[in-house]
């Protein structure tokens, strides 16, 4: 099992990029990189994944470096609504999921983000 | 389409009392798992429902703890004698059967335990 370790608060003022970084030391073959977002009183909501390089959607992009000991959600031009709390997920998508043997979820704390105006 | 609902939003209950929460996931989604969220803290995996079975129940944090599920749809969470300690939201979460990329959550249901 992959253990992630992330900041537990970072604050960003409106309209700067935000880098929130992960590590994950002992990542496996297998594991994906996963982060998810969650609003207050709402439930996580999956933002992107990937297993190395650069992956990007209409969200944020996801940097891993060549040894995928940590990675990198990069959240561009943020913007009040982005206040959130962010977790990194690591684990592999084929055999039952991040660390779970039942394919369930395994969540630290997150990364509060916090954006001012 | 619809996501994951989930009802009541809020239910404030005496101690003693059980408690019933309903989950309905996505049409479609084989997969229901249910989460404990306290207050500032990570997700706390409950169970896991392949179709209308729960392989393991051992996420469960006591006896007072059960869970159902029909028609591989609604699945509904049951807290018995209920405690203090058991104040937190409950989330349900579906997903394809095999796809463990990405999971679907409800909003959950914030239970208070007076």
């Known amino acids: 099992l992959a253990k992630t370790t992330q900041p537990i608060s970072m604050d960003s003022y409106e309209g700067q990029e935000v880098n929130i970084t992960c590590s994950h030391n002992?990542?496996?073959?297998?594991?994906?990189i996963t982060w998810y977002q969650q609003f207050p009183s709402q439930g996580p909501r999956f933002i992107i994944q990937?297993?190395?390089t650069k992956v990007t959607n209409e969200v944020a992009s996801l940097f891993i470096p060549a040894d995928r000991k940590s990675s990198t959600l990069s959240l561009p031009r943020v913007s009040l609504s982005d206040t959130a709390v962010y977790y990194c997920?690591?684990?592999?998508?084929?055999?039952?999921?991040?660390?779970?043997?039942?394919?369930?979820?395994?969540f630290g704390k997150g990364t509060k983000l916090s954006v001012k105006p | 389409g619809a996501g994951v609902s989930q009802s009541p939003s809020n239910k404030v209950t005496e101690k003693g009392k059980d408690v019933e929460l309903r989950c309905d996931p996505i049409?479609?989604?084989?997969?229901l798992y249910w989460y404990r969220q306290r207050l500032g803290q990570g997700l706390e995996f409950l169970i896991y429902?392949?179709?209308?079975?729960?392989?393991?129940k051992s996420g469960l944090p006591s006896d007072r703890f059960s869970a159902e599920r029909t028609g591989e749809s609604v699945s509904t969470l049951t807290i018995q004698r209920t405690q203090q300690e058991d104040s937190a939201v409950y989330l349900c979460?579906?997903?394809?059967?095999?796809?463990?990329?990405?999971?679907?959550f409800g909003p959950g249901t914030r239970l208070t335990v007076l």
């Open positions: 979460a579906s997903t394809e059967r095999g796809s463990y990329n990405e999971q679907f």
């Open positions: 002992n990542i496996a073959t297998n594991d994906y």
């Open positions: 990937g297993y190395k």
């Open positions: 997920l690591v684990g592999d998508r084929f055999s039952g999921g991040y660390g779970g043997s039942q394919g369930n979820l395994i």
């Open positions: 049409s479609g989604h084989t997969a």
């Open positions: 429902f392949q179709g209308n079975s729960a392989p393991d």
